[in-house]
């Protein structure tokens, strides 16, 4: 009887516990879909502001921002990442105009997006990230994120130290209420693959020696002890759907809030399957989702996020 399953079901679902990652391309004047992640698109600067405005119509409770700088403005340093008026902190403005302080403005801080050779940083005379350089890019992204009015933001790049800097660098600038959501456990993984189009990344080779091995958890505790040290207000897991087990184990753990990101080729699996007519689109969603929440999100980062916000606050959970 469905009433009364939905009276027992240990694990529910609620429009707060989303949030919505969104692409915002400079230069263009209209939204450009992402072919890889059918439904989703690079936004411009007006469509993100009415894709935020519909997110908090529908009950969810943050978005990620992510920018997409012209090619001709990304460089070896990433240095449209830390420019005042680069289209990330322009999107941060704008969304922050639009919503306020109704939606928890995040965003992603990190330099892939900005640099030309596509890495989470900047590179040595070898051609290799350069951590400890690396961070004080990091500090100064904190900070023009931060003046530009970004509620939390989401250091991504797994570099040695990054939370602690970030910490600092906010802090120094009186932005002791900024928040950091820690990218704590951040596996390399083939599932970031439509991303690579979202952001249009100029990644040539992979990011096997800051990321984690998709087959180690002891690790992960590590970062994540890391992390709270440093001074992360929560922390995240990501990819989700393939570490249920390491995010019930950070759950298990931590008295900070837990997120766990679906990521883009999660997205990708279920919305071409479902296009091939092999699975029940709706169903595949919700189960993906009830499985994060099971294993211990408090928080989920998906593409999903307004659409399935909607459904649940219609009675369609
Ligand atoms: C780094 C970043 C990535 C994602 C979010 N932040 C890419 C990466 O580390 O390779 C992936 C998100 C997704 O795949 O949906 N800026």
Redesign the pocket.
Same mark, same amino acid.
């Given at each position: 009887m469905p009433a009364l399953r939905r009276m027992v079901a240990e694990t529910r679902l609620h429009p707060a516990d989303l949030i919505l990652?969104a692409f915002v391309r400079e230069g263009i004047t209209r939204p450009v879909p992402i072919q890889a992640m059918p439904g989703v698109v690079q936004h411009t600067r007006d469509t993100l502001r009415k894709a935020a405005v519909e997110a908090l119509e529908a009950g969810v409770s943050g978005i990620m921002l992510?920018g997409v700088p012209e090619d001709e403005k990304k460089d070896a340093a990433g240095t449209a990442g830390t420019d005042p008026d680069g289209i990330l902190q322009v999107a941060i403005r704008d969304v922050k105009a639009e919503v306020g302080d109704e939606l928890v403005i995040m965003s %992603?801080l #990190?330099l %892939?997006?900005f640099t030309d050779h596509g890495h #989470?940083g900047v590179l040595d005379a070898e051609g290799r990230v350069d951590n400890d350089a690396t961070l004080e890019r990091y500090a100064e992204m904190a900070q023009v994120q931060a003046d530009a009015g970004v509620h939390v933001v989401g250091p991504?790049?797994m570099m040695d130290g990054q939370v602690g800097v970030v910490r600092d660098a906010l802090d120094t600038i009186g932005k002791e209420d900024v928040s950091i959501l820690a990218y704590t456990a951040?596996y390399s993984s083939a599932? @970031?693959g439509?991303?690579r189009e979202?952001v249009g990344s100029s990644l040539k080779g992979d990011?096997k020696t800051y990321?984690q091995d998709p087959a180690n958890l002891r690790e992960s505790m590590r970062e994540l002890a890391l992390d709270l040290e440093e001074g992360a207000d929560m922390v995240m897991v990501k990819p989700a759907g393939p570490y249920l087990d390491v995010l019930a184990e950070v759950a298990a753990s931590v008295d900070v809030p837990v997120a766990a @990101?679906q990521?883009?080729?999660e997205y990708a699996m279920v919305e071409a399957a479902a296009e091939k007519g092999w699975i029940d689109r709706d169903k595949a969603i919700l189960e993906t989702l009830t499985g994060i929440r099971r294993a211990g999100a408090r928080m989920i980062l998906t593409y999903w996020a307004t659409e399935v916000a909607r459904n649940l606050s219609a009675g369609r959970g």
């Open positions: 990652p992510f %992603d #990190c %892939d997006e #989470c991504s790049g951040k599932f @970031y439509p991303f979202a990011r990321q @990101y990521i883009s080729g």
